[in-house]
């Protein structure tokens, strides 16, 4: 079950997604987070930040919205008083870290510099105050600066890129450009509910952020694009992974490893499921290392010929 994310090799491919299991710890009591690829934290700023007004969470039909708001003690407290207790059980450690400004970034990623961290996973899809307030992921110049900004932590850097864009490939250049060794595929979805009852927003904070099994394609579609366009670049992908099955249909996409996110809610057991029932898929199919399946949707439409003018045309949305 070995993979490969540029140059960090992991035992499997099945992770946590930032944001939807604490710093980790908290789901311990239901899955051996060592058993994992690896832990991914929720994301931290060099400020303690204390999120959104609540109704931060509400459910969908095929999964949630939210509105946490990235609400985190900070870089240094969390080094000083989680980070401790996530090494005791023995997890490869991935930090997330966010920032309002560049010079943000910088300094998240500087204080988390010999922390022995696996990777940084950067994300970009937050608000950028020195670009009026758009998505950093929004702008391939602004994503850019955040991923260099990102360096100084010396490990392995991951961007994290929204969906939320015309142009996704534009943006995914500008990251690895600035020395992103991966890219993490997809943040949630722009989304908004409303409750005909009081004909207001559910969520404190008006819309937020759509995950679960409704976004599944769409995180299938961004990777498989993402790969016809730049090749074999490392990617892990993330979006609606429920079921093994979910995770081989995003690696044939084109990911070399996956996060569950939304499916732990429901479920803390839900990564630790994942992870068995990819390997039980593995077995049955024949396939002798789970790297095996990355990509491998491309290798069959390279197999048939490439895409006919009218393959091509139900591609596009209508």
Known sequence: MTVRIGSVE????????????????????????????????????????????????VGTPAGMLNA???????????????????????????????????????AAAGTLAGAGLTALEVNVSCPNLEGRGQMFACDPVATAEAVSASGAAGVPVWAKLTPNVTD?????????????????LINTVFGMSIDPETAQPTLGNGGGGLSGPAIRPVAVRAIY???AALGDVPIVGVGGVAHGEHAVELMAAGACAVQVGTASFWDPRAPR????????????????????????AHHARTAAGPATDAETAAQEPV
């Not at 090494?87 to 966010?98: L, Q």
């Not at 992870?275 to 593995?282: F, G, N, P, S, V």
């Open 68 to 106: 946490v708001g990235l609400q985190n003690p900070g870089a240094q407290a969390w080094l000083e008083h989680e980070l401790p207790r996530l090494r005791r059980t023995g997890a490869r450690v991935v930090a997330s870290i966010w920032g309002r400004t560049v010079n943000d970034y910088a």
């Open 10 to 57: 992991l035992p499997n491919p099945v992770m946590t997604a930032s944001g939807t299991a604490g710093y980790g710890t908290e789901i311990g009591a239901y899955v051996d987070l060592a058993s994992l690829g690896a832990v991914v934290t929720k994301s931290l700023s060099p400020f303690d930040w204390a999120g959104n007004r609540a109704p931060r969470v």
């Open 168 to 184: 996704l490939v534009e943006i995914a250049e500008a990251a690895l450009g600035a020395g992103a060794e991966a890219l993490t």
């Open 273 to 296: 499921n994942v992870l068995k029932e990819l390997a039980r898929w593995c077995e049955r199919h024949g396939v002798g290392n789970a790297a095996e399946l990355t990509g491998r």
């Open 225 to 227: 694009d993402v790969r």
